[in-house]
C-alpha cells in the first residue's frame, strides 16, 4: 500500500473520551447520579447534555501498583471509545476488588452490560 494510504477497512480514528477533572463535578456526580456495581466494576453515572462521555476514575492505590491501575484507566477508556459512540453520560469508573483478576474479557463483558443498563446495545 503506498505511503500515506488508508486501508478500506479501517475507519478514522474515533475521538477519545472528555475527562472528568474538578473535584466539584466529582461530587456532583457522587451526589446526584446513579450507581451500577457488578463483579468487576463500580459506576456511578448520570446523563450530561455534551452529547460525548466524560471519564473519571477512582482507584485507590490499595488495588494494585500504578501500571495495574494505569491499565484499568486505559481499557476502560478504550471500551468506552469504542462501544460508547452517540452516549452523553458522565461516568466514574473504579474497581469492584483488587486490580488482580481483572482481565480485559471480565472487564469488557462488565462494561458492556453497564452499557445495556443504559439502554445501550
Known amino acids: 500500500m503506498p505511503e500515506g494510504a488508508r486501508d478500506e477497512r479501517s475507519s478514522y480514528p474515533r475521538k477519545a473520551p472528555k475527562s472528568l ?20 466494576i463500580k459506576a456511578v453515572y448520570r446523563s450530561n447534555t455534551l452529547g460525548s462521555i466524560r471519564l473519571g476514575f477512582s482507584v485507590s492505590r490499595k ?33 469492584v476488588n483488587g486490580l488482580e483478576s481483572a482481565t480485559w474479557k471480565k472487564l469488557r463483558d462488565e462494561f458492556l452490560s453497564f452499557l445495556e443498563l443504559l439502554g445501550r446495545n
Do not use: C, Q, W
Not at 463535578?25 to 457522587?30: A, D, F, P, Q, T
Not at 476502560?76 to 458522565?90: F, N, P, Y
Open 21 to 40: 477533572k474538578r473535584s466539584s463535578l466529582y461530587r456532583e456526580i457522587y451526589r446526584t447520579g446513579r450507581r451500577y456495581r457488578g463483579s468487576a
Open 63 to 95: 488495588t494494585g501498583n500504578a501500571v495495574k491501575r494505569n491499565r484499568f484507566r486505559r481499557r476502560i477508556k478504550t471500551m468506552a471509545r469504542e462501544e460508547g459512540a452517540g452516549l452523553s453520560v458522565d461516568m466514574i469508573h473504579s474497581p
